[in-house]
């Protein structure tokens, strides 16, 4: 048994230590909001939060998040600057990779105050979409950072 | 998007007299509408889509294509809602289930391809709303004692004209329920759209940002186990020998077996599936033809352009027309395999009993599914049901069957719920690509410089000979051909110009790569050769590009609007800095009509280069959704460039290399252009949206370098190795 704390909440998995995070939140947790993409950590799709950073869920095992504080894109909250940004401006189309990049755009926010909207987009290149709803991604980063902005956090 | 409904559910809620429910049928005939409140199922009446009122207010929309992330749930319910009159907030969209009724007028299946949706149900879906509002207006002047004509429908209220009496459609529609409906029920004009033309936020996006849509993967049934294949790696190999003790001596593992398709090992867990897997250790044979790899495929392609080929089309004579020119050009091009790449892997749960089947799937397709579980279970259609899910995009490939088909014969084994699931390794190897193509063409000028003759040699693997094998004319496959010809009955896929001689010859490759549609199907790769090489003559020609296709168009009123528009937000014929260029493109292909100019800079020292800008320009017909236009567009130009920059499968020992998204790399956030996306108005017959912005956008990019620096790219990927090349010739 392997205790981890998900969105606040606390579980027993009973889980090889071995197993990517990624399938112990979609298989053991249901969270199925966090996607698999690649396994390998190249596309994004399964980011979360492990203590509030940014991590490929497929690329970190059970044991390593093992008494952690693990965020998924269940545990963001809906009125998060980035969700509220991503509905305003309807970036999402077949949205199997959002949640990933959202997650990862909603980490890349928190490491400083006054984020630069270029800088965030050169860190978000390491996401694949394949609808290609970049452009739209770009407005989404901009819109997050103006809300961000408008209400202090 | 709701959970779908199934047939049973539908019927027993219209059963119990809920409200009103019209729906359509689409006929050869044409449309039939029926209003089938309460009246449960009708012998020989199979309704293509419905609303349904009911007195709580709600309105609830059952539509029958799949929603990839087009955004056609949005936009046919759009067609709906403002033909209704309703009120948008009230609304909410069910995926349809599998039914002869869906099926798509345009494409005689159901089926979410060929850019089909909202053109194949625009027309039906406009009456089926009309129908309902010409009822509840009915309804409230028989409540009134008015004539109808004192009544107005209002944003899902009746009211009176006169004075400030209003009744909600949920009030209505018990009562209208009861009444005939109207034949050809009065269609709005355009001034009165409430939704169509207009800015509405897609449906979809809540749940999708929310984390909570259910895509197939994400599919749970109670007892279901997990299977997973270990699949041949290379074309036409057979196992020889595999560990099936040791992988069922893998705690969870439950049964370990071969089909076709490769070993299967099905487990309680997808983690006890995949050690069973790597516990099976199966040899392979060398396969068909172990010495293919990417120089053997370009080798034979290239070859395949000397053999004869069937004549595709011959009109006039363009050998004559050739000897006559006073100007020939002549060029070779060549366009790789590429993948689909959905970021969500292929994937399919299916349970299969004795008394049904069911079968939940990431599917752009119903009918076809139905028919082979029908087949592979023995159980007739109706036992049949195919619950669509949300799907990582869908791009052409979830258009086949083949996940489907495997997943039926492993639950007819097991005869319990299974959900089969593909890594992604599985899906890059086994995908059913977008087919490489040779290109050769010939072209004849005039002393006017005046295009006279065309003659074109193209080679691919067949993409009709799994989807529709009768249709293989004479050696010929049409849709390998898209974007030259189309089928007999069809000019929507054909080349724009009006070309006097113009003749084409085809051959099927022989090489084992199965190959299928990937978004604008061949559109893609013969759009880059056509207007690639229309650059060429005009260059030839000492005309302008833009001039001498608008020459070369003649007659074609849609394909000119568009490219003069995009000149003219792209201000074409303005002078550019050093090192930089730009192209310009058309390509029109199901229904719409598109235009690109790209500008780029091109750096010769080392052959790389960025796409600063694209514009575009679409008359798709009547613009239903026009945000959804632009971000499908948007989107579409995106993944085109992605196989502009850097996309080819890699094979090697006569199966696929590439493996994962570390060697095949798609186009990231940062290597976009600024995209700009203009609708040109026009109520012409309606186009498809999802696919058409691809075709242009290679031939523009490589337009732009040829404006940019002289250098003429007759091959995609434009890797930085091939711009130097072409810089040398």
Not at chain 1, 41 to 66: I, P
Not at chain 2, 299 to 310: C, F, H, R, T
Request: proline content about 6%; charged content about 25%.
């Amino acid at each position: 048994m392997i205790s981890l704390s998900v969105n606040g909440k606390d579980y027993q998995v009973n889980a090889p230590g071995d197993t990517p995070l990624l399938w112990v939140l979609r298989e053991e947790l249901g969270l199925t909001g966090t996607k698999y993409g690649c396994g390998i950590g190249e596309c994004g799709s399964c980011t979360v939060h492990v203590n509030g950073k940014a991590e490929r869920s497929c690329s970190v095992s059970l044991s390593d998040v093992k008494g952690k504080k693990i965020t998924t894109i269940e545990g963001l909250p809906e009125d998060h600057p980035v969700k509220k940004a991503w509905t305003q401006e309807q970036v999402v189309q077949c949205g199997y990779c959002q949640p990933g990049v959202m997650m990862q755009l909603a980490s890349l926010l928190d490491e400083g105050p006054n984020p630069e909207a270029e800088k965030i987009i050169d860190a978000m290149d390491d996401v694949i979409c394949r609808c290609g709803t970049y452009a739209r991604m770009k407005r989404g980063i901009k819109t997050a950072i103006q809300t961000m902005r408008k209400e202090g956090k | 998007m709701e959970r779908s409904m199934t047939r049973r559910a539908f019927l027993k809620k219209s059963m119990a007299a809920t409200g009103l429910t019209i729906a359509v049928s689409v006929t050869p005939f044409g449309f039939k509408l029926l209003n089938a409140s309460g009246k449960g199922q009708i012998e020989g009446f199979e309704p293509s889509a419905w609303f349904e009122i009911t007195p709580d207010n709600r309105i609830s929309i059952t539509i029958g294509p799949s929603e990839m992330g087009q955004g056609t749930h949005t936009s046919l319910a759009m067609v709906i809602a403002d033909e209704l009159e309703a009120d948008w907030s009230l609304v909410k969209v069910h995926q349809g289930e599998a039914r002869k009724a869906f099926i798509n007028p345009i494409l005689h299946s159901q089926l979410a391809v060929a850019s089909a949706s909202v053109r194949g149900f625009y027309a039906p879906l406009r009456k089926v709303g009309a129908a309902g509002r010409a009822v509840l207006v009915k309804a409230a002047a028989a409540t009134w004692k008015v004539p109808e004509k004192d009544c107005e429908a209002i944003n899902g209220l009746v009211r009176l004209k006169k004075g400030n009496q209003s009744l909600t459609y949920g009030e209505l529609c018990l009562k209208a329920a009861k009444l005939p409906l109207p034949k050809d029920p009065r269609l709005k004009k355009e001034s009165e759209f409430r939704y169509m033309g207009k800015f509405i936020p897609r449906l979809d996006i809540p749940p999708k940002v929310s984390g909570k849509a259910v895509y197939g993967i994400d599919f749970k049934v109670p007892d279901m186990l997990f299977a997973v294949l270990d699949r041949p790696p290379a074309y036409g190999a057979k196992p020889i020998s595999f560990d099936q003790k040791a992988a069922e001596a893998v705690k969870g593992v439950k049964k370990v077996f071969p089909i076709p398709q490769g070993v299967v090992v099905c487990a309680e867990s997808l983690d006890a599936a995949w050690k069973g897997r790597d516990a099976l250790h199966v040899k392979w044979d060398k396969g068909a033809l172990p010495e293919m790899d990417n120089a053997y495929i370009e080798k034979s392609l290239m070859a395949d352009l000397d053999k004869p080929g069937s004549i595709a089309e011959n009109k006039g004579d363009a050998k004559k027309a050739l000897l006559g020119a006073a100007k020939k050009v002549n060029a070779t091009y060549f366009v790789p395999f590429v993948a689909h790449a959905n970021m969500e892997p292929m994937n399919c749960t299916a349970h299969v009993r004795k008394d049904g089947c069911d079968i939940w799937a990431p599917t752009q397709g119903q009918t076809v599914p139905q028919m082979i579980a029908s087949k592979i279970t023995g159980l007739p259609i109706e036992k049949i049901a195919v619950h669509t899910t949300y799907m990582g995009t869908g791009l052409g490939r979830r258009a086949a069957p083949d996940f489907i088909i495997e997943a039926l014969i492993i639950g007819k084994v097991l005869g319990k719920p299974v959900k089969v699931i593909w890594t992604r390794e599985e899906d890059m190897k086994h995908d059913l690509y977008r087919a490489a193509m040779s290109h050769r063409i010939e072209a004849g000028l005039d002393d006017r410089g005046r295009l006279t003759a065309w003659s074109h040699k193209a080679v691919a693997g067949s993409i009709m000979k799994d989807i529709n094998p009768k249709g293989i004319k004479n050696g010929v496959d049409i849709m390998s051909l898209w974007g030259l010809l189309d089928f007999p009955n069809s000019i929507e896929n054909r080349i724009s110009y009006d070309i006097p001689n113009f003749l084409v010859h085809f051959l099927i490759s022989d090489l084992p790569i199965p190959v299928a549609p990937w978004r604008s199907v061949q559109n893609g790769p013969n759009a880059f050769v056509i207007e690639s090489f229309m650059d060429e003559l005009a260059h030839a020609a000492g005309k302008d590009p833009l001039d001498f296709r608008l020459e070369a168009l003649k007659t074609n009123k849609r394909a000119t609007r568009v490219l003069e528009a995009v000149a003219g937000i792209a201000d074409w014929g303005k002078s550019l800095p050093k090192g930089q260029g730009r192209g310009i493109a058309q390509h029109a292909c199901f229904g719409s009509y598109l235009a690109q100019v790209a500008d780029v800079t091109v750096n010769e020292k080392d052959g790389t280069f960025k796409v600063d800008r694209v514009f575009a320009a679409v008359d798709c017909g009547p613009a239903v959704n026009p945000f959804n236009i632009k971000t499908q567009i948007e989107g579409a130009i995106v993944m085109a460039l992605s196989t502009v920059l850097r996309e080819e499968v890699m094979f090697s020992n006569g199966g696929v290399k590439s493996a994962n998204f570390d060697d095949y790399n798609p186009i990231r956030i940062t290597e976009i252009p600024d995209i700009e996306v203009h609708i040109v108005k026009n109520n012409d017959k309606i186009g498809g949206i999802g696919e058409p912005g691809v075709p242009p956008l290679a031939p523009a990019v490589g337009n732009a370098i040829f404006n940019a620096t002289g250098a003429r790219l007759r091959r995609i990927p434009m890797t930085p190795e091939r711009v130097l090349e072409a810089l040398k010739a």
